[in-house]
């Protein structure tokens, strides 16, 4: 590890805007709208700035007015924090932070660079990301690409502790940014193309040691259910109900990995999040539901006791992860004020839940395109109640191993995948990036060997038939589940969205503009391109009475893993290399910050 200080300016001077604990972060410093202290702005994921400087009438003026080189290439995802005068930037592997000073423009008080062993690159599905940092209790939160858990002081960079989550050698590494909740800090893990039975782990803010971990499959007292009292659409889930849905110890191996996003309701002491795929990729070799992969979990924050479920892709067949973003918000639901859960699947389902007992409200898609499914089941004297009405054409399960099943949509890529979306209270909408993405899948029967690839399927990827277009931005009204407006793009919009109370949304596309659009109509009012593709999440904050909006970009992730990681083959990357072959003619690689003004 090295620590670089700034050698003119005493960091001590600087004003660090911070409370005394962690508990105070969540209800003063996420409320600071000059502030952005964790990666969704707020603890409800909502992506929302009360900041309206910027405004749909001058959001054509903008202009950038500094940026920063993070000296690093491949896939920057994620965005920065800023509290105070400092601003915490990340990178992808080796996960460099730094902290800039906002007073002498972006200069780096300190910098964090761990030292890491580059086997794990080899163990990093789909680039070697970072979603980011995250504040609370004058520390930063680090979740490093082998697993090591870090927090650091805030003002000079210190390594105050480390916890190892994980072992890279059997595939479990890390891409997600950590939540901080009261006392805690909450990480998963990735690794579910590599067999690992993956989990949720709770560590002490301030020593680092483990409190509680959840695991996604296997007995009730690993996963931390009450038969009785943890429910699924209101019932409950009963004993080893994890167990009962895998053939013999395939559990063990059984991924759900949960490298998502991760939101909290401080009312209800419950954390958010979803898990991913089953593994292996091929379903013939896993028969059975394969909880609790694929799905979406409610838990006590302090115990990690899961209070409601829901699986919403049972026995996977396409890579349809479930960890995408819980969105909590409070909206009106049949004249009925509701205390709301959404979720954009990767299976390309909009869904809706009542987020203090799970019941399932809306399920709708959001990608025409989606087929795999003519929809979900919302018949709650049926059997079937909440599972998807699957189309035979387009499973592998039923076609079998061995068989290429053709024009499969989404892609497993999802209609969505981790790029977040944002929430106005202002309009009641979501502004969702989407993928309209599809693709042939050939399942084959592969073995399990610890720390090496278990996926067992070979896939192309494509945009639907008789269209060119691969993504869409879009609003949706999550109490309808309908499109409000839907913006298409040439790529994937694979980069998190902002909303903001100046009725402006902002989002980022793969060939590296940056997008403002009027939150009610969609309209651009602003784009600017940045140095590399942006798979970064879009933020803002105040300083010095100024709105500004700053965005990472530098091409990579799944979708940008040809460019990344300079791959050919257009099965490599699981595919998506020869689907996103041509975004080589708009971009290159790069990592940079740009951030944006309106002119003084």
Sequence with gaps: MKILMASLISVSSLALAGPASAQDTDTKLTQNPADWVIPAGNYAGNRYSKLDQITNKNASKLQPVWTFSTGVLRGHEGGPLVVGDIMYVHTPFPNIVYALDLNNNGQILWKYEPK???????????????????????????????????????????????????????????????????NEVLVGDSGGEF??????????????????????????????????????????????????TWKGDQWKQGGGCTWGWYSYDPELNLVYYGSGNPSTWNPKQRPGDNRWSMTIFARDADTGMAKWVYQMTPHDEWDYDGVNEMQLVDQKFDGKERKLLVHFDRNGFGYTLDRTNGDLLVAEKFDPAVNWATGINMDKNSPDYGRPIRVKKYSTEANGEDVNTQGVCPAALGSKDEQPSAYSPKTGLFYVPTNHVCMDYQPFRVTYTPGQPYVGAILSMYPPPGQ??????????????????????R???????????????????????????????GKELYKFKTPSGIIGNVMTYMHKGRQYVAVLSGVGGWAGIGLAAGLTDPHAGLGAVGGYAALSKYTSLGGALTVFALPQ
């Design 468 to 489: 060119t277009d691969m993504g869409n931005f879009i609003a949706w009204d999550a109490t309808k589940g309908k499109i409000v407006w839907s913006d298409p793009e």
């Design 195 to 244: 067999g690992v039975r993956c989990n949720v782990t709770a560590y002490d803010m301030n020593s680092g040691k483990r409190i509680w971990r959840a695991y996604s499959e296997g007995p009730d007292d690993e996963i931390l259910f009450d038969p009785e009292k943890t429910t699924m659409l209101g019932k409950p889930v009963g004993k080893d109900s994890s167990l009962k």
């Design 491 to 521: 790529f994937s919009v694979w980069s998190g969205a902002l909303a903001t109370a100046g009725d402006v949304v902002f989002y980022g596309t793969l060939e590296g503009y940056l997008k403002a659009v009027d939150a009610k109509t």
């Design 116 to 182: 890491q062993n580059p086997d794990v690159i080899p163990v990093m599905c789909c680039d070697t990301v970072n979603r980011g940092l995250s504040y609370a209790d004058g520390k930063i939160f680090l979740d490093q690409a082998d697993t090591t858990l870090v927090a650091l002081d805030a003002k000079t960079g210190k390594l105050l502790w480390s916890a190892v989550n994980g072992d890279p050698k059997i595939g479990e590494t890390a891409t997600m940014a950590p939540l901080p909740v009261k």
